[in-house]
């Protein structure tokens, strides 16, 4: 796990910080009731805990490949989750963006989040740093959860006894299914969501389907008017990009 970034990666961080502010406006998410045409609903998904402050937001299916938190740490403690659902079809829901608030100060500014070893000299405006999915799922975790989770999963794996055991059947679909039936306002027949607490721990992983499934989205952290950071937005579906589209 890489330490603080080199003294050059930050020069070259503080000449394109200004190119790296979205687009769109992400506090829109949380406060329009429409968008694009869309109607805009708001899903409280419990909270997260953050014990180091040294966050990752990744596919939960690819934590292996996923040790890198952002350079920048966020407040310790825990925090209240909520995701923008975009209603895109009758009766058809998908999540916008996901927030973390750190506490109640409005937003000055959003920057995208970097983990200090992206490769800035070939950077153009525009370009999406971001996090890959490949399972259609996202989540945002303290590193320290990211180990207990690997661990609870490395044992649910081990006493099954079965060589063909895989993350999706052997824990994440039964999760869906659970949280379904106790929450199913705003997800699909068997689940969109779920924030697991791991066992013997007061750590818990929210997981959430990612916007139109597969693909790179931006992580952003969101400043007060004294530079300290008081959100984080992952941005799953742009604003003028994709609420207009067909994609539903």
Not at 86 to 106: C, L, M, P, Q, S
Not at 134 to 141: K, N, Q, R, V
Not at 221 to 243: A, H, R, T
Request: glycine share 8%.
């Amino acid at each position: 796990m890489q330490n603080r970034p080199d003294e050059n990666w930050l020069k070259k961080y503080d000449e394109i910080k200004s190119a790296l502010k979205p687009k769109d406006r992400l506090d829109d998410y949380f406060t329009q009731s429409e968008i694009a045409g869309k109607k805009m609903y708001r899903l409280e998904m419990g909270t997260v805990n953050f014990p180091t402050g040294k966050i990752i937001a990744c596919d939960p299916f690819f934590l292996y490949d996923c040790d890198q938190p952002y350079f920048t740490s966020v407040p310790i403690g825990t925090f209240p989750l909520t995701a923008a659902v975009a209603e895109v079809g009758e009766d058809h829901y998908r999540y916008a963006a996901i927030k973390v608030a750190f506490n109640d100060n409005k937003v000055a500014y959003f920057v995208e989040a970097l983990c200090g070893n992206e490769d800035l000299e070939s950077f153009e405006e525009g370009f999406c740093f971001g996090f890959n999915v490949d399972a259609g799922l996202g989540t945002i975790i303290d590193v320290k959860t990211r180990g207990a989770f690997l661990d609870y999963i490395e044992k649910l794996e081990r006493e099954s006894g079965d060589p063909d055991w895989d993350i999706y059947f052997g824990f994440a679909k039964p999760e869906f299914e659970k949280n379904y039936k106790a929450n199913p306002k705003y997800q699909i027949e068997g689940g969109d969501w779920f924030n697991f607490a791991i066992p013997n721990t007061d750590l818990n992983i929210p997981v959430f389907a990612s916007g139109w499934g597969d693909g790179r989205y931006s992580v952003y952290f969101g400043y007060d008017s004294d530079n300290n950071i008081c959100q984080v937005v992952i941005q799953f579906i742009g604003m003028e990009l994709n609420f207009g589209g067909d994609n539903n």
